[in-house]
């Protein structure tokens, strides 16, 4: 991407910079909107899309050439913001399947699952995006796509993909009408393997949780 293109002030919608805020812009919002819990019936399947769709602005920025900013150092962007309200919103609207087994990188051998949270991850994913959009709304497009790229690398790509895999996951289970194995109680601080969370687990049928977040099984 030429340095012209980087910096152009009239937004093209076709420039790369243009079409990555836009993605990252409407991921912010629509989890916001869903945190409200103005239609909890909603708001797994509609989490599965914005995040599916967040990966792509994902994709394109880990196959694109490497981003290096105008400056050796980060301007301040400021505060970050607080996401504290954001993240028990969250988790009160996905209570019944917000903990789930993740397993942080799949080409490390032997690697035990340990307990997540969606509502961890989506707040831990919008707090490095807004990091980078405060720097693409003050003029500095260049550093907020350094930013996005270097942190969809070192965070919040595989937080987003591990999110996406348990979101698709419940939408599978009630889709399909199996079981759901439940992590209720499971304490996301404790260091458990395979046996220990197995022990953990309940099992619960997927209609206990299909109605209260908007998914019904196949008949």
Do not use: C
């Not at 989890?31 to 602005?57: I, R, W």
């Not at 991850?121 to 995006?129: F, H, K, P, R």
């Not at 790229?149 to 599978?172: E, I, K, M, P």
């Amino acid at each position: 991407m030429s340095d012209a293109t980087l910096h152009a002030t009239d937004q093209n919608p076709d420039d790369f910079a243009v079409q990555i805020a836009d993605q990252i812009e409407s991921f912010l919002v629509a989890v916001t909107e869903v945190a409200k819990g103005d239609e909890p019936d909603s708001a797994v399947p509609f989490l599965l899309l914005e995040v599916s769709q967040l990966m792509l602005a994902g994709g394109r920025l880990g196959a694109h050439e490497d981003i290096v900013p105008d400056e050796r150092y980060e301007p301040d962007p400021g505060p970050e913001q607080d996401v504290d309200l954001l993240r028990e919103n969250l988790a009160r609207i996905l209570d019944p399947i917000d903990v789930y087994s993740e397993v942080f990188d799949p080409y490390e051998p032997r690697k035990a699952p340990v307990p997540a949270r969606i509502s961890d991850d989506l707040t831990d994913v919008i707090t490095d995006l807004r990091h980078g959009m405060v720097h693409y709304k003050a003029g500095r497009t260049t550093e907020a796509l350094w930013w996005w790229q270097f942190s969809y690398f070192s965070n919040w790509g595989s937080t987003a993909s591990a999110t996406l895999r348990a979101l698709q996951s419940v939408v599978a289970h009630v889709r399909l009408n199996q079981p759901l194995e439940e992590l209720d109680g499971l304490d996301t601080d404790q260091d458990l393997g395979d046996d220990a969370l197995e022990s953990e687990a309940g099992r619960v049928m997927v209609q206990e949780i299909a109605g209260p977040l908007g998914l019904r099984p196949v008949k």
